[in-house]
């Protein structure tokens, strides 16, 4: 009965996240300015980190994972590791973000358990609907939109078809989130936008006000 509490409990969490950080270290001299910049976005109201390496060794992968499994706990924010459910384990994240060609959600459960959030990737409306029928707790979406169709047309679809949260992703900035608005985004996932701005903090809460 607990795990089932503790499932949904963390799916309702899951549902009131918008504005979700993508980690890259790739551009910081040191683990610790890449840690403070982790810090000052949750304290600037960044809820959901989704933390992604992919040049840096696993056993650097491990610590900086327990470090920012800390500092989410002290902000309330929700810690998933990208592609690794291994590492995810070892630091007790909340969940593993999956690719297209990465492990099946199912798989990831194994690993980490029933009560573990699985996100996934998509491009498109065919992505998204696999990415449901396998299990996925969340989606983030970056729309690669076919011939005739646009990105305004995605979201609106996703709106009206998905009831699972969906976070918009891609090239999204202070120049061009009201469009994204306009067009109703109510979840974003950034990188850049935040990790290397000079004030992540004062970012994220300039995003937060424009995100309904």
């Known amino acids: 009965m607990w795990n089932k509490l503790k499932e949904q409990f963390n799916l309702l969490k899951l549902e009131k996240k918008k504005l979700c950080l993508i980690t890259n270290s790739d551009k910081f001299v040191s683990k610790d300015e890449f840690l403070d910049a982790v810090a000052s976005a949750l304290q600037g109201g960044v809820d959901m980190i989704m933390f992604r390496e992919t040049v840096i060794p696993d056993s650097v992968i491990v610590e900086l994972g327990h470090k920012i499994r800390t500092l989410c706990d002290e902000y309330g924010a929700t810690f998933i590791v990208n592609n690794r459910a291994d590492i995810a384990s070892i ?31 998509a491009h498109n409306p065919k992505e998204i609907v696999n990415a449901i029928n396998q299990g996925a707790d ?41 469009q994204h608005i306009s067009m109703g985004t109510k979840k974003i996932a950034l990188t850049e936008a935040i990790m290397y701005s000079q004030s992540p903090e004062l970012t994220a809460r300039q995003f937060l006000t424009y995100l309904p």
């Open 91 to 121: 630091v007790e994240a909340d969940g593993v973000h999956l690719g297209q060609d990465d492990i099946c959600a199912e798989d990831a459960k194994l690993v980490l358990g029933e009560n573990a959030i699985i996100g996934i990737t």
């Open 138 to 178: 969340y989606i983030t979406f970056e729309a690669f939109p076919e011939k005739g169709e646009t990105v305004e047309d995605y979201i609106e679809w996703v709106n009206n078809n998905v009831e699972i949260p969906v976070f918009i992703a891609g090239e999204i900035n202070m120049n061009n989130i009201p």
